[in-house]
């Protein structure tokens, strides 16, 4: 199955999307990769679904990827009288680590971490940003506030603190059982919460150990200020935009989305878009004009993936809303404008050797009539570093290991095929030449560009490059040794 789109689709699955059936379905409308929410549901849930797209995988004969969203920590208030209290603005209101039932005076804040980072001005924002209140003074035990902006608030409404680091680790006891857990059944990107600093995936890829690729969700406003580091330290970026829009002013989310699109382009690392890109169609079979400007947006923007969230996992329309962003896909890269935009963000980096070959492939298959850019990985580098590139024609990774090629399921334009172990570059081109004719790239009297590392099988060597022909007799005739 190919894909005639270069950016991917994440679909979360959840109650509307746990079966076979509708899994498979999702699949064949588009979804290139299946979100695990590990905040919802046990693991026997997420297992069985595991299983399922496997067998999915198994049955379509093309590689899937799977990626674990581990929850992170949970701030919450405590409970109150009722169940509730409102808060009006002007009034004041205390948060303590008190657990009698609060009022509309003061609540438990069952979080000693707050208060020792928390400082005078200070905001906290409850409920999504709907109930807001500013710090006037504070102690190790205590906040006394004074609210901003009122509403209703009740029993274990969550908080976000926006204007200061927290002393809190991004893995929860919770996020490391989940996370032994995912990594056992064989995922292949974990989503990392609540990253506030580089040390976070620091701590995340010791537990992993090579089993996962690290994904850095950035939601706090400290991840935005550390991106630099965090991107330097992690394997991909997802821009969740839902709490960043609580915690940042609602206008600053779009220039930072930008922002970070291109970084993660310049470092040839995959970033998602995700959060509310389709989110009326939990409930209708048809999207918002706005809602297909957003995902069109993210097209244009050069991200590697969109993604579904509850649109896929818990609404009416899971299927349609996969088959909608497929749809919205394909007419913004048959766009002209779209060609013009993406290469005219590109960023030239020729810092290596393998930048250099990689640039030269595009640049070669761009000028000549080549018909894709098949490129031998062993971690994933060479097709990553094409896929910077945003070349006019398709990218095939060529891979004898499994989980490089369901992580690289990820990456912009880049169809993926498992083949056998090769040792030298002829045997590398002929390998190419019969991937490009078996999945419907290239015919026999048709090119290719094909890159490698000599010596094979060694991470980071990218260092050839070569126009060649389909067909292998012609292939052993121009290259007999």
């Not at 948060?95 to 609540?107: C, E, Q, T």
């Not at 002393?167 to 292949?188: M, Q, T």
């Not at 993210?298 to 962003?325: H, K, N, R, W």
Request: aromatic share 4%; net charge negative; hydrophobic share 45%.
């Amino acid at each position: 199955m190919r894909r005639n789109r270069n950016v991917k689709i994440v679909a979360t699955l959840g109650p509307a999307s746990s079966d076979y059936d509708t899994i498979r379905a999702l699949f064949e409308a588009g979804a290139d990769v299946f979100r695990l929410n590990m905040s919802h549901g046990t693991q026997e849930d997420q297992a069985a679904r595991h299983a399922a797209i496997r067998q999915i995988e198994k049955d379509m004969g093309r590689p899937i990827a799977i990626l674990a969203d581990l929850q992170g920590p949970k701030l919450r208030v405590g409970n109150f009288e009722g169940g509730s209290a409102e808060l009006e603005a002007g009034a004041a209101f205390r948060f303590d680590l008190d657990p009698a039932l609060g009022n509309a005076a003061r609540v438990c804040l069952p979080h000693p971490e707050i208060f020792a980072a928390l400082t005078e001005g200070a905001s906290l924002l409850v409920n999504d940003g709907k109930i807001r209140v500013r710090v006037r003074d504070c102690g190790k035990d205590f906040a006394n506030c004074t609210v901003t902006h009122g509403g209703t608030i009740s029993n274990h409404k969550g908080v976000n603190v926006p204007d200061v680091v927290l002393p809190l680790a991004a893995l929860s006891e919770k996020d490391r059982a989940d996370l032994e857990f995912a990594c056992e059944l064989g995922v292949d990107w974990l989503a990392l919460s609540f990253v506030q600093r580089a040390e976070d995936v620091f701590e995340a890829r010791e537990l992993t150990k090579g089993r996962a690729a690290i994904m850095c969700k950035i939601e706090k406003p400290a991840a935005v200020t550390a991106f630099g580091e965090i991107l330097a330290a992690t394997d991909g970026i997802m821009v969740a935009r839902g709490d960043l829009g609580v915690e940042l002013p609602i206008h600053s989310v779009p220039p930072i989305q930008k922002r970070l699109v291109r970084a993660c382009r310049a470092a040839a690392k995959p970033v998602i878009v995700a959060t509310q890109m389709l989110e009326s169609m939990i409930e209708s079979p048809m999207p918002t004009r706005a809602e297909v400007s957003d995902v069109a947006t993210a097209i244009y923007e050069g991200a590697d993936a969109v993604m579904l969230s509850a649109e896929s996992a818990a609404g009416q329309f899971p299927v349609e809303a996969v088959a909608t962003m497929d749809n919205v896909a394909k007419s913004v890269e048959s766009d002209p404008v779209y060609r013009e935009v993406i290469d005219a963000s590109r960023k030239a980096k020729r810092e290596t050797v393998a930048d250099a070959i990689v640039a030269a492939a595009r640049e070669i298959a761009e000028t000549t009539d080549i018909k894709a850019i098949c490129c031998f990985t062993h971690s994933g580098t060479t097709a990553s570093l094409v896929a910077r590139e945003r070349p006019h024609v398709p990218i095939i990774a060529l891979t004898p290991i499994v989980t490089t090629l369901r992580r690289l399921c990820l990456t912009w334009g880049v169809h993926c095929v498992l083949t056998g172990t090769v040792d030298r570059f002829k045997m590398a081109v002929v390998n190419a030449a019969q991937a490009a004719r078996e999945h419907g790239f290239a015919t026999k009297t048709e090119q290719i560009v094909v890159t490698a590392g000599v010596p094979f099988n060694v991470p980071g060597t990218t260092n050839i490059v070569r126009v060649a022909p389909c067909d292998e007799r012609l292939i052993f005739r121009t290259d007999p040794e």
